[in-house]
């Protein structure tokens, strides 16, 4: 009975994988981004190694942080499944992290909703202030 336990485990960790392993894509790319803007290159046009150097690191964090918790998913499953008896306790930790994640997945996709609906927003606002000032200056 003890190997069932391991699957929930993996699979929590291959969702918590892809969601750090997306934030860390993201932010490392963002940061490095932000570092060869304001340092080297500015409102230049900046050369293709440069977005290379940029994927491949940012590319690397995501692989990285994905991998890591794929092996702490795995190695705490290998933990769990060679205590024996299966606890309740192991049942509510996957209950929780299950849940966590999908209030981060849900969270996250709200807020790109909301930011996508504001910058409509904005933009639509800019739109007509220009469309009222071209109207404005006719004589």
Same mark, same amino acid.
């Given at each position: 009975?003890? !190997?069932? #336990?391991? /699957?929930?485990? #993996?699979?929590? @960790?291959?969702?918590? /994988?892809g969601i750090l392993g997306a934030l860390s894509f993201h932010a490392i790319g963002g940061g490095l981004a932000g570092i060869f803007w304001i340092f080297l290159f500015g409102d230049n046009a900046w050369p293709n190694w440069a977005w290379v150097?940029?994927? *491949?690191? @940012? /590319? &690397? @964090? /995501?692989v990285v942080a994905f991998s890591g918790c794929v092996f702490i998913g795995w190695s705490y499953s290998r933990k769990a499944s060679g205590k024996g008896s299966h606890k309740k306790d192991d049942y509510r930790r996957i209950a929780f992290l299950l849940v966590f994640s999908l209030i981060v997945i849900f969270g996250y996709v709200a807020y790109d909703n909301y930011q996508v !609906? !504001?910058? *409509? &927003? &904005?933009?639509?606002?800019i739109v007509e202030a220009e469309k009222k000032r071209k109207e404005d200056s006719l004589p």
């Amino acid at each position: 009975m003890s !190997k069932y #336990i391991r /699957g929930p485990y #993996i699979v929590i @960790a291959i969702i918590w /994988g892809g969601i750090l392993g997306a934030l860390s894509f993201h932010a490392i790319g963002g940061g490095l981004a932000g570092i060869f803007w304001i340092f080297l290159f500015g409102d230049n046009a900046w050369p293709n190694w440069a977005w290379v150097i940029v994927y *491949t690191m @940012a /590319g &690397l @964090a /995501g692989v990285v942080a994905f991998s890591g918790c794929v092996f702490i998913g795995w190695s705490y499953s290998r933990k769990a499944s060679g205590k024996g008896s299966h606890k309740k306790d192991d049942y509510r930790r996957i209950a929780f992290l299950l849940v966590f994640s999908l209030i981060v997945i849900f969270g996250y996709v709200a807020y790109d909703n909301y930011q996508v !609906k !504001k910058n *409509t &927003l &904005l933009h639509q606002q800019i739109v007509e202030a220009e469309k009222k000032r071209k109207e404005d200056s006719l004589p």
